[in-house]
């Protein structure tokens, strides 16, 4: 298992972020099979916020505990080892070991789905889950959102399982205590108290994700990975995800989940539709301080500044302007660009918003429709569908259009802007909607032609 991705690596402060892994070495069993669609039998509780006074855990503890399970990960390893001299002549031999890291996850369906963490099942050979009485199941992934970093998971054969409510995420309060719910270190079924710090905290200055956190103080450590974070009613209002830490890996004050309506909106559409519908307002700008604020010389010092606006979308077709600071989306206050990514990620394409702005010291309410991102990245490829022209220009029948190339393997190879991308291990491509049904880590064969109509294939190992 990685358990720990792009923010292990960089100082917050004194701390560091890394994400919750823990590693042995131990083999367990799974069946990968491709995605089914099914019908959800889930509940949701539409108000998260815990009016009881009394700071006693045990419901909640009790209606959680045997809905978190345990996520062993075995992947596969080559031992790097230098050559001999006689592994020119007779090729070299690379031993195998089995890597297993751990983790945990939510089980939020009485039928068997799980939520968990994209980094506690990435690289996976086999998967196998452990409830909380100690029986053991296969699973199957179902579907992944790396940027968001959750994984939807399927427990194989007909149950009927103890399972987590979603609540609003949006509903929670600063000061709100909540519960963390996990298998830390091996631990089974442990249970951790703390408050809810800050809400849409993001760590856009150390990445480009610009992702949403539950801000708490609620104690968690390797393992806890995918856990829940719940409210005192016991209810879901989040998936643990990330620490700071001293390097060392351990918990030093802070941890932070996926907002439950985020992970609940990923789930649904990688369930119903096989991927996550991204939907778009079509702005591009900053979040407003006062010093920002000084320069542009406007007053608001909160809310997000319109730097510019995307041709086509829906922000730009309902009249939304440069120079527009946007303070609040339908009940959702806009404070900053978190908080504009957080409560649009629990949207789908085709929904209509109520955005609220400032312009020239005037509050307008504006409805706009949301759309459908019209880029995906994949294999470090960004792709967009092609027009019916477009692939006339080509001479082609199917294929998307490559954008842009990061995947170093594939550019050393020619592939670059412009190019199209016709077939993913030997299945033609049609829309980018094809890819993202099509698993990256399967990847053995790629299909390119560039812009004189010649057809590139490479085969991977």
Same mark, same amino acid.
């Given at each position: 298992?990685?358990?720990?991705?792009?923010?292990? +690596?960089?100082?917050?402060?004194?701390?560091?972020?890394?994400?919750?892994?823990?590693?042995?070495?131990?083999?367990?069993?799974?069946?990968?099979?491709?995605?089914?669609?099914?019908?959800?039998?889930?509940?949701?509780?539409?108000?998260?916020?815990? !009016?009881?006074?009394?700071?006693?855990?045990?419901?909640?503890?009790?209606?959680?505990?045997?809905?978190?399970?345990?996520?062993?990960?075995?992947?596969?390893?080559?031992?790097?080892?230098?050559?001999?001299?006689?592994?020119?002549?007779?090729?070299?031999?690379?031993?195998?070991?089995?890597?297993?890291?751990?983790?945990?996850?939510?089980?939020?369906?009485?039928?068997?789905? %799980? %939520?968990?963490?994209?980094?506690?099942?990435?690289?996976? #050979?086999?998967?196998?889950?452990? #409830?909380?009485?100690?029986?053991?199941?296969?699973?199957?992934?179902?579907?992944?959102?790396?940027?968001?970093?959750?994984?939807? @998971?399927?427990?194989?054969?007909?149950?009927?399982?103890?399972?987590?409510?979603?609540?609003?995420?949006?509903?929670?309060?600063?000061?709100?205590?909540? @519960?963390?719910?996990?298998? *830390?270190?091996?631990?089974?079924?442990?249970?951790?108290?703390?408050?809810? &710090?800050?809400?849409?905290?993001?760590?856009?200055?150390?990445?480009?994700?610009?992702?949403?956190?539950?801000?708490?103080?609620?104690?968690?450590?390797?393992?806890?990975?995918?856990?829940? =974070?719940?409210?005192?009613?016991?209810?879901?209002?989040?998936?643990?995800? +990330?620490?700071?830490?001293?390097?060392?890996? #351990?918990?030093?004050?802070?941890?932070?989940?996926?907002?439950?309506?985020?992970?609940? !909106?990923?789930?649904?559409? %990688?369930?119903?539709?096989?991927?996550?519908?991204?939907?778009?307002?079509?702005?591009?700008?900053?979040?407003?301080?006062?010093?920002?604020?000084?320069?542009?010389?406007?007053?608001?010092?909160?809310?997000?500044?319109?730097?510019?606006?995307?041709?086509?979308?829906?922000?730009?077709? +309902?009249?939304?302007?440069?120079?527009?600071?946007?303070?609040? %989306?339908?009940? +959702?206050?806009?404070?900053?660009?978190?908080?504009?990514?957080?409560?649009?990620?629990? $949207?789908? *394409?085709?929904?209509?918003?109520?955005?609220?702005?400032?312009?020239?010291?005037?509050?307008?309410?504006?409805?706009?429709?949301?759309?459908?991102?019209?880029?995906?990245?994949?294999?470090?490829?960004?792709?967009?569908?092609?027009?019916? !022209?477009?692939?006339?220009?080509? !001479?082609? $029948? &199917?294929?998307?259009?490559?954008?842009?190339?990061?995947?170093?393997? =594939?550019?050393?190879?020619?592939?670059? $802007?412009?190019? @199209?991308?016709?077939?993913?291990?030997?299945?033609?491509?049609?829309?980018?909607?094809?890819? @993202?049904?099509?698993?990256?880590?399967?990847?053995?064969?790629?299909?390119?032609?560039?812009?004189?109509?010649?057809?590139?294939?490479?085969?991977?190992?």
């Amino acid at each position: 298992m990685k358990s720990l991705f792009k923010y292990s +690596a960089v100082a917050l402060g004194a701390a560091f972020l890394t994400l919750l892994g823990y590693h042995i070495t131990h083999e367990q069993t799974v069946v990968y099979k491709p995605l089914q669609p099914n019908t959800i039998n889930t509940n949701f509780t539409p108000n998260t916020t815990t !009016k009881a006074i009394s700071t006693d855990f045990t419901t909640a503890a009790e209606k959680t505990i045997d809905a978190v399970v345990h996520i062993i990960n075995t992947s596969i390893e080559t031992e790097q080892r230098s050559r001999n001299f006689m592994e020119y002549f007779y090729g070299r031999s690379s031993p195998e070991y089995p890597r297993v890291g751990m983790g945990s996850g939510v089980i939020v369906s009485s039928d068997g789905y %799980i %939520i968990t963490n994209n980094h506690v099942v990435e690289g996976a #050979t086999t998967l196998e889950i452990t #409830t909380n009485n100690n029986k053991k199941y296969e699973v199957e992934v179902i579907g992944k959102d790396k940027n968001a970093d959750i994984a939807v @998971l399927k427990i194989k054969g007909d149950y009927n399982f103890p399972y987590v409510r979603f609540a609003n995420s949006d509903n929670t309060r600063i000061g709100e205590w909540v @519960l963390a719910v996990g298998n *830390p270190y091996n631990l089974n079924s442990t249970v951790t108290a703390g408050i809810i &710090s800050a809400k849409s905290r993001d760590f856009s200055d150390y990445d480009n994700k610009n992702q949403s956190f539950i801000q708490t103080d609620a104690a968690v450590n390797s393992g806890n990975s995918g856990g829940a =974070l719940v409210n005192l009613n016991g209810d879901l209002i989040g998936i643990n995800t +990330a620490i700071t830490t001293n390097g060392m890996g #351990t918990f030093i004050g802070y941890s932070f989940a996926v907002p439950s309506n985020i992970a609940r !909106k990923i789930f649904e559409d %990688i369930v119903e539709y096989g991927n996550v519908q991204k939907a778009l307002l079509g702005v591009n700008g900053n979040g407003l301080n006062a010093s920002f604020a000084e320069e542009l010389g406007i007053q608001e010092t909160e809310g997000f500044y319109v730097a510019g606006l995307e041709i086509g979308m829906g922000a730009q077709e +309902a009249g939304i302007k440069k120079g527009d600071v946007i303070i609040r %989306i339908d009940d +959702a206050l806009i404070r900053k660009f978190s908080d504009l990514t957080g409560y649009l990620g629990s $949207k789908r *394409p085709e929904d209509i918003v109520d955005v609220t702005v400032f312009r020239e010291g005037e509050k307008l309410l504006i409805p706009v429709k949301l759309k459908r991102t019209p880029f995906i990245n994949y294999y470090g490829m960004r792709l967009r569908d092609m027009s019916n !022209k477009e692939l006339e220009n080509y !001479k082609i $029948k &199917s294929g998307v259009y490559i954008s842009g190339v990061q995947n170093r393997r =594939l550019s050393i190879r020619g592939i670059k $802007k412009g190019h @199209l991308l016709i077939s993913v291990n030997g299945e033609s491509i049609s829309s980018k909607d094809d890819v @993202l049904a099509l698993n990256e880590e399967s990847i053995n064969e790629l299909e390119f032609m560039n812009t004189n109509g010649e057809k590139m294939r490479f085969i991977f190992e």
